[in-house]
């Protein structure tokens, strides 16, 4: 079976696939036992399966195994944990953004990667960063103020 | 919960020095079979262990509501312990007593007032248990902080009382409750448990959930609702490793030990089906509502004499309204995992109502109900019955042919296209208004396609041919199709159709969306005849304060300017600018809510923006402040998302809004900001707060786009090319 190398939070490992299309969000899922990352649709069409490849927001669930290889992938948990969580997770746990919490990944993922490339972004900037993450629930204010704590916290470090 | 190191896994995968998979096993809770389910006991709600902590049980379960939350605050309260001293045990039909399931807003007011009784009798059994051990009358005692004290300090911890023991007691309903204005905890924004694991990937989704020796499944759904598996070409998957193909009736199944196989399978495999056209079709799909066979006639309200009344009026006025069907849309397709096993099966599953889909699964599939377990898990929000129950029956048919446990997750085309859905509803509205521009006569008459009661088919077994019912039950349709003001002449009657084009189920607010879009929207076309500002024309209606003073505190809010509609200043540059109001006491008998926003609509693309949003929102007793914002929030944005966006579109053999493009809903740009003022009602009881918020928006919407352009949207939803057709129509 084809192997394949790359980073996941940090460390190194090499997983098999039968496979080479096979989408990086059932590796993750079934191989590294990692659940951040969440099954919308499979179409790139939601953002709830979203994770960091070399620091881009991109959707696990329509990126094969083989164009991974050699990169470096970020999950939910590699941010940070329940105990010491990052300062955006962290963020959306005081706002309290989240009701059923299936879209959190995606949101936080993609709201990282936004503050990477724009550390101070505008409000409308915030949102149209978001665009491709879909929310059921109606928790987009919510989200946006953790954002928005998070955007106020970078501007006084 | 139990955690493996999955030694082999480590192997297989040469993971790097240090790296360690852990993987999170969620067994079965041990469970206790001397543990009462019967919910006339206390001890089928309430543990209190030796350590002090407290499990509640209940068969409610919290579908990202914070509903949890408010079971803690509530027994925490009653029995005087440390709210962080609480978990909840949720939808376990072998630990939780049965009731009932998670609808109709009846959380709060029914779940807690259970759990409330039961920790209320709790607290005199301790007081009782106390009072013997410190030598003094219970009547002196009090509890707090888990500790019971007498004024002359001496004291006892309850967990030293009872801790680890069975209070062996029938609920009290007459056991003395806290007084509301002594409350510490109830009232407090306290913080949900279950949101750091949400924000960590700690929390355990049903979708993360694994078995020893479990299969993936996935089910091939047929090209048309009605078709029948003809044939299969099982070579037509040969190289995808592992699978099996499962093949009863027309029911078509993969399983395979990786995931991805399975996907592949289920996409690839070639079969032949029957031709199938049974639908009417989305297209038009507002006539043949009207015109398909009524079942029965339900009268809902008559009074004075209508057709006197709108003949001998000043001004007479009709309009019909439409709301098109709607999919639950859960963000995650739903899914289950199912262990039929000779001694017994389990399944777990995201459903609202375990007890429910136990019976239901029992009967379908001939188990004693005693053999079949079902325990909850969070999946992706549902919003009322998704496809959750579906995909359980699913789980339970694979693993019966299989001989394992099998997971089964559906695919976004699997949910969007055959979730059951909220049905289509259509409204005929006539009014009358006397010289005064009073309501001097109204008539709503509805039409919706919702057959008889009963459990509706589950997708796997129909397809498997296996008996069972053929409910089409979409929740309480007929609420909130009376106006909320005063109307001396008064008809409203519900027109129930023979069958449905597709399957039913409560969808968020079941029929009161609707209704409150036509009533309220019909409301502000009164108004504007009547030649009356649309708050002043509501308020002349209402006589209740407390609905009085939601529409006040709203129209407040938005500073409202007392005047006519269309807005006589609604330009900027290509935009036409509107404010707009709606109302409603949800179900006629529960919360107290209004809406109002503002937007702007393009003059020449017919795109709506919603600027801003502003709620008043009374529904007695808050429990929880933040976690009702949140909840009255999400309400507001996914309901404006069902007003601008949402139709299941169909042909005659299948829904082909089949994912997030085909149906889309509300994205992050078009959500405006959303203020709400809650009204705490300490001494009014509590009404639950998951529904009642939706149903006033799309009026609201409505009447603003009427107060910007001048035209009326009586068809959901509002997309551009709608208000451009509008537009060019008026």
Redesign the interface.
């Known amino acids: 079976m084809p192997q394949y190398k790359f980073r996941v939070n940090g460390?190194?490992?090499?997983?098999?696939s039968?496979?080479p299309d096979?989408?990086l969000f059932?590796i993750l899922?079934?191989?590294?036992?990692?659940?951040?990352a969440?099954?919308?649709?499979?179409?790139g069409?939601?953002g709830?399966c979203t994770v960091l490849v070399d620091g881009k927001a991109v959707r696990s669930c329509i990126t094969p195994i083989k164009q991974v290889a050699g990169r470096a992938v970020t999950?939910?948990?590699g941010?940070?944990?329940?105990e010491k969580?990052h300062a955006l997770?962290s963020a959306?746990?005081t706002e309290?953004?989240?009701?059923?919490?299936?879209?959190?990944?995606g949101m936080?993922m993609s709201a990282h990667a936004v503050l990477t490339k724009t550390p101070h972004p505008t409000v409308?900037q915030i949102?149209?960063g978001?665009?491709g993450?879909?929310?059921?629930?109606?928790?987009?204010?919510?989200?946006?103020s953790a954002v928005l704590r998070e955007v106020s916290r970078l501007a006084k470090v | 919960m139990e955690t493996v190191i999955?030694l082999s896994?480590r192997r297989?995968?040469?993971?790097?020095a240090?790296?360690l998979?852990?993987?999170?096993t969620l067994g079965q809770p041990s469970g206790d079979p001397t543990k009462p389910l019967d919910p006339s006991e206390v001890d089928s709600f309430l543990v209190i262990h030796s350590d002090g902590t407290v499990t509640i049980y209940t068969s409610k379960v919290d579908?990202?509501?914070?509903l949890a939350t408010a079971f803690r605050q509530t027994a925490a309260e009653e029995l005087g312990i440390p709210v962080e001293l609480f978990t909840v045990i949720e939808g376990d039909t072998a630990l939780t007593p049965d009731h009932g399931g998670t609808g109709g807003s009846s959380g709060i007011p029914r779940g807690a007032a259970d759990i409330r009784r039961a920790a209320a009798t709790a607290r005199e059994a301790l007081l009782d248990l106390a009072a013997q051990q410190l030598k003094r009358p219970a009547s002196e005692l009090t509890i707090a902080a888990g500790v019971v004290t007498h004024p002359s300090g001496r004291r006892i911890t309850v967990a030293s009382l009872i801790g680890g023991k069975r209070l062996g007691l029938k609920v009290n309903p007459n056991a003395p409750l806290k007084n509301p204005s002594t409350y510490t905890v109830v009232g407090q924004p306290i913080?949900?448990a279950?949101?750091?694991?949400?924000?960590?990937?700690?929390?355990p989704?049903l979708?993360?959930f694994t078995l020893p020796g479990m299969l993936h499944g996935r089910v091939v759904r047929p090209p048309a609702i009605g078709a029948k598996l003809l044939s299969v070409d099982e070579n037509s998957v040969r190289g995808i490793?592992d699978i099996r193909v499962i093949l009863i009736e027309s029911f078509l199944g993969i399983v395979a030990k990786?995931?991805?196989?399975a996907?592949?399978a289920a996409r690839e495999i070639k079969a032949t089906w029957s031709d199938w056209a049974g639908l009417p079709g989305s297209q038009g799909l507002d006539s043949y509502v009207r015109e398909a066979p009524v079942d029965r006639d339900q009268s809902i309200a008559n009074r004075g004499d209508v057709n006197a009344a709108l003949s001998s009026a000043a001004k007479q006025l009709s309009a019909t309204y439409f709301w098109p069907f709607q999919s639950h849309?859960?963000?995650?397709?739903s899914c289950a995992v199912a262990e039929a096993k000779e001694s017994g099966t389990t399944i777990w599953s995201a459903t609202q109502n375990p007890y429910g889909l136990r019976a239901n699964l029992a009967k379908v599939f001939g188990i004693s109900q005693d053999k079949v377990r079902v325990i909850y898990m969070?999946?992706?929000?549902s919003?009322g019955t998704n496809g959750a129950d579906d995909a359980a029956a699913d789980a339970l048919l694979l693993s019966r042919a299989a001989g394992q446990p099998v997971r089964v997750?559906w695919?976004?085309q699997d949910e969007h296209g055959w979730d059951p859905k909220g049905p289509a509803q259509l409204h005929l509205l006539r009014g009358a208004l006397d010289a005064s521009g009073n309501i001097s006569a109204w008539e709503t008459q509805m039409w919706v396609p919702d057959g008889p009661q009963g459990n509706r088919a589950l997708l796997g077994p129909e397809s498997a041919a296996m008996p069972q019912t053929h409910g089409q039950g979409a929740g309480l349709m007929t609420q909130n199709l009376d106006p909320p003001y005063a109307v001396p002449n008064l008809r409203v009657v519900s027109h129930h159709l023979k069958g449905t084009p597709l399957r039913l189920s409560n969808l968020r607010a079941p029929g009161k969306v609707a209704n409150v879009f036509a009533v309220e929207s019909f409301a502000d076309e009164l108004a504007a005849a009547a030649r009356m500002d649309p708050v002043a024309f509501r308020l002349r209606g209402l006589t209740d304060p407390r609905g009085i003073e939601v529409l006040k505190r709203t129209a407040g809010m938005l500073d409202w300017q007392t005047r006519l509609s269309p807005n006589p200043y609604a330009a900027e540059g290509d935009l036409l600018i509107g404010r707009g109001i709606a109302y409603v006491r949800y179900k006629q008998a529960e919360n107290y809510v209004a809406i109002g926003l503002t937007v702007a609509v393009h003059k020449a693309t017919g795109k709506i923006t919603v600027r801003r949003i502003v709620c008043a929102h009374d529904c007695g007793l808050v429990v929880n402040p933040?976690?009702l914002r949140?909840?009255v929030?999400?309400?507001?944005?996914?309901t404006?998302?069902r007003a601008l966006h949402e139709e299941v579109i169909f042909d005659q053999s299948r829904v082909t809004s089949v994912?997030?493009?085909g149906y889309p809903?509300?994205?992050?740009?078009e959500?405006p900001?959303?203020q709400v003022a809650l009204i705490d009602r300490p001494d009014e009881p509590s009404y639950g707060a998951g529904e009642a918020s939706s149903a006033p928006v799309a009026a609201a919407l409505a009447n603003a786009i009427f107060d910007a352009t001048g035209v009326r949207l009586r068809r959901v939803p509002f997309t551009a090319e709608r208000v451009k057709a509008a537009f060019a129509n008026a």
């Open positions: 460390g190194p490992v090499t997983v098999d039968w496979d096979q989408p059932y899922r079934n191989t590294l036992a990692l659940h951040g969440k099954f919308g649709c499979g179409l069409q939601c709830a999950t939910l948990e941010l940070g944990t329940s969580p997770q959306f746990i309290q953004a989240a009701q059923c919490g299936y879209c959190t990944n936080i409308e949102k149209q978001l665009a993450n879909l929310c059921r629930c109606g928790t987009h204010t919510r989200i946006l | 999955s896994r297989l995968l040469k993971m790097g240090g790296a998979i852990v993987r999170f579908v990202g509501t914070g913080l949900r279950d949101v750091p694991g949400k924000c960590t990937a700690k929390h989704y979708q993360d490793p990786d995931e991805w196989a996907v592949r849309a859960s963000l995650g397709p969070d999946g992706s929000g919003y997750q695919m976004r933040d976690g949140n909840q929030e999400g309400n507001i944005l996914q404006l998302g994912d997030w493009v809903i509300l994205t992050f740009p959500a900001a959303v």
